[in-house]
Structures are given as C-alpha cells and as structure tokens.
C-alpha cells in the first residue's frame, strides 16, 4: 500500500505540471486585458510601465516558469514560515525564516498576494459549503441504504421523488425561491450573508446559524439527492449477492448482514463519490454564493475571471487540481481498507 501511494504521487508531478501548463495557455487565449479597468486620463507610458511590472511584456512560457516557480517554491515557504510563527499546531516549534522576500503571486486586480487573499476566503467556504457537505453524506447515506432494503416501498418512492427534485432543480432557482419564502414573506432568515460576523459567543453563534441555514438547505439538497442515488444502487447491487444468502443462512441477525457485510461492500463505489466530492468544498459553490452573497472562494473566482486576473484563476485551478488528485489517491487507498481483495501491489 506504501509503495502505491508513494508511485501515485510522484505521478501526480507530472499531471499537475500537464494540467497548470494547459490551463495557462488557454487563458492565454482568452479575450480580455487586465488594463482594460485602468482609467482612462492614466497616460499610455504608465500603461505600458504598469504592463512591465506586472510581468505582461514577456513571453507566455517565461511567465509560467515564473508563476510556477513562486507557486512551488516561495509560497510553501512562506506557509511553513507562518505555521512556525503565527499557527497554535506548530507555533512551539523554531521560526524557520526561510523566506526573504522573495517575490510572491500578485493578484492583478488588488495588487496583494494571491494566497493571503485565498486563505481569507477559506472560512467562509468551509462554514457554508463545508457544513452542506456534512449534513448532505448523514442526510444521504442512510436514505440510500433503507430504500435500497425497503425497494419500492412508500419510503423508497417518495426518496425518489425528492431526489429527483434535487437533481432537476438547478441552485439558482432554490435559492431565490428560498429567499422569497424565508427572508421576505416570513422573515426567519436574513438573504444576505454577513460575512464580516464574528461568533464569540451564544447570540452570534445563533446569528450565524441563521443566516447559514439557507445556502446550506440548497447545497445539500444537491448532494444528498447524488449519494442517496449511488447508495441505493450500490445497496440493491450487494443485497442479491451470493455471500448475503451465506450469512444470513448462517443465522446472522438482519441487522448485522445489512450494516456489516452489505454497507461495507456497498460503500466502495460511493467513497470514491465522496471523496471526489470533498475538493468542491475548498472550490466553493459559485452559483449558491453569488446568490446568497457569500464572501467565499467560488465568487473569487468569478470576480477574477471577469477581472482577468491570470494569477488569481491559474493559482485557484492549480489549488482544485491538486485537492483533486489527491482526494482520488486517498479514495483509492481506502477501497483496499474496505474491502481486502483488493491490494496494489
């Protein structure tokens, strides 16, 4: 198992360098200039001394070494320096000051360093699209296994029927209708999402509760009619196995062939839609943020598209790619946890 995870990582190298590559040279194609916002009394020499500085008078590859280089060399730098000055984990630790000053991704639209403005965004993203995620797999996984068991019955139907609903109805219609009923004609919940609130105690975290639970209604909604799907298919595919008719022949309780031998073969295929699913959180929800006005790292990466900020989109495309891939190595090993007849050697 060691070996296999250690050969899918080095094989990951070259999988992020192709995807980053392509990536970059597709918004290299793209329309746009991120002059394009400068007023127009700037006079054309600043422009072109402004482009200079920005790194836009050079050629497409030497501006992705260096994008990449400060991705990979000097970002993680400065990420350890802070974990050993400034983090409750490793702040015990010596300061380590190996960065010195090196120069960082620059957003073109702010002016700042484009993993402080990230990790600003983070909270707000985890709060929200994190919490759906939570509540959708203990929402999901056990409507999946019970309608699998209790195949087309009263339960298993109207399952069906609201997963449906989920899978049909597209977030920028739940979310509005959401506010029209909640926030405007009973007024339980506020439609704005304040993310400037800070909880530090009982009334604020009621506050914040209140106004996550609509953006986290429409998330989950989502992703609990998807896992309920697969865990039922997964269920039913199980329950008709050779070796459920041995165990219950065996005299094993009901209970333990179904949440024992049968949920555990079943949950193969559907920790692979879980754990593909995790990177989404980090991505954030673009549409349910706009809507709800969630200060997260879905609507960055909107405003940086409209913006053109080649920095901001290729950083936050490298960060999903890389939670991808090893999201997927992590699902693969825990297939070998879950059932032992599969080994990697």
């Known amino acids: 198992m060691l070996q296999f995870a250690v050969r899918r990582l080095i094989l990951s190298i070259p999988t992020l360098l192709f995807i980053s590559f392509v990536v970059f040279m597709l918004l290299q194609l793209a329309p746009g200039d991120p002059m394009a916002q400068v007023p127009l009394t700037v006079p054309p020499d600043v422009k072109e001394k402004m482009r200079q500085a920005l790194g836009l008078g050079e050629p497409p590859l030497v501006q992705y070494w260096k994008w990449l280089v400060q991705v990979c060399w000097t970002e993680p730098k400065v990420f350890i320096d802070w974990l050993t ?42 709060w929200v699209v994190g919490i759906a995620y939570i509540v959708a797999v203990l929402i999901a996984l056990p409507i999946g296994i019970y309608s699998a068991y209790r195949q087309y019955s009263v339960f298993d139907q109207a399952g069906t029927f609201v997963t449906m609903i989920g899978f049909s109805i597209p977030p920028f219609f739940t979310g509005p209708l959401l506010i029209v009923i909640f926030s405007v004609q009973l007024g339980w919940f506020p439609s704005i999402y304040d993310t400037t609130h800070v909880v530090n105690d009982w009334a604020s975290f009621k506050v914040q ?33 050779d070796y459920v008719r041995t165990a219950r022949a065996k005299g094993l309780s009901e209970a333990s062939v179904v949440l024992i031998h049968v949920l555990r ?60 891939v090893l999201f997927n190595l992590i699902a693969d090993i825990l297939y070998g946890l879950l059932d032992p007849r599969i080994r990697y050697d």
């Open 265 to 324: 073969n079943s949950m193969i295929p559907v920790v692979t839609v879980i754990a593909l699913g995790l990177p989404s959180i980090f991505g954030g929800a673009i549409i349910t943020e706009n809507v709800f006005k969630v200060n997260g790292i879905g609507q960055l990466l909107i405003t940086a598209l409209f913006a053109n900020d080649l920095p901001m989109v290729m950083t936050l495309t490298f960060i999903f790619a890389f939670l991808i």
């Open 85 to 126: 000055r400034e983090s409750a984990l490793f702040g015990w630790l010596p300061d380590t000051q190996l960065y010195q000053g090196e120069l960082r991704v620059l957003s073109w639209q702010t002016r700042s360093p484009v993993m402080d403005i990230v990790i600003q965004r983070i909270p707000q993203t985890l």
């Open 209 to 241: 509760l209140q106004q996550m639970i609509m953006p986290v209604m429409v998330l989950a909604l989502q992703i609990t009619a998807q896992l309920s799907r697969y865990m039922r298919a997964s269920m039913l595919d199980n329950l008709n196995q």
